[in-house]
């Protein structure tokens, strides 16, 4: 049981991403964070061959400072970024920090970390979020994604046995 009587909500952050495939191959993923002050929206292509970010651009619907849309185009700058180790560290440095926007950045991220979803099993022929690829048995699955998804939770936790 829960200690405590009663409790007030005070504010919540929503984060919703959708991922669609576009003619051109490409997977195009759609993003918003909603928030009482923000509502953000990203717009990300990547082509799933090179995982390389191929178009960007964010809106800022929805903001507590005038200025804030001034940073929706930072987003472009992620344009020509792969989709591997390391990519944290060069979306934060391109558009978060004190020239950017926080909640770009973690919009951003979380997009980004989700991309990986439908990209697994991508270059072993399965195509985006491919129902195939869902339906194998888990070892197999494990050993179609390990290599994307190595040290990015304890179950892909490199381990030197």
Do not use: W
Not at 27 to 54: F, G, S
Not at 91 to 106: A, N, P, Y
């Amino acid at each position: 049981m829960e200690n405590f009587k009663i409790k007030h909500l005070v504010s919540k952050r929503d984060i919703g991403i959708e991922a669609f495939e576009l003619e051109n191959g490409n997977l195009m993923l759609e993003a918003t964070l909603l928030d009482p002050y923000h509502l953000i929206r990203l717009n990300l292509h990547i082509e799933p061959q090179t995982k390389t970010i191929v178009f960007a651009k964010s809106e800022f619907a929805n903001h507590p400072h005038k200025k804030c849309p001034d940073i929706s185009g930072k987003a472009e700058l992620m344009v020509g970024l792969k989709i591997e180790r390391g990519i944290t560290k060069q979306v934060s440095h391109r558009i978060g920090g004190s020239d950017g926007c926080v909640h770009l950045r973690e919009l951003a991220l979380e997009t980004i970390n989700f991309a990986a979803t439908p990209l697994i099993g991508y270059d072993e022929g399965f195509g985006l979020m491919s129902r195939t690829f869902n339906i194998l048995n888990e070892t197999e699955r494990f050993e179609i994604s390990k290599n994307l998804l190595k040290n990015t939770c304890y179950i892909y936790k490199e381990r030197n046995e």
